[in-house]
């Protein structure tokens, strides 16, 4: 489905200019360690989720 194909493309995009972001603000303010951390523990916790 071409529409679908667009949304996850529209929405992986705007996934990861978000976490740039993130990631610019952290390191500008010497936490990236701690974005890093936080962002792993996350993740890690949503891994384990079921549909």
């Known amino acids: 489905e071409p529409t679908a194909a667009r949304l ?9 200019l978000n976490l740039m972001q993130q990631m610019r603000a952290a390191i500008t303010k010497g936490e990236f360690a701690s974005l890093r951390k936080s962002l792993l523990t996350i993740w890690a916790d949503s891994a384990n989720d079921k549909p």
Do not use: D, E, G, Q
Not at 8 to 16: E, K, L, R
């Open 8 to 16: 996850v493309s529209i929405h992986n995009i705007a996934f990861t």
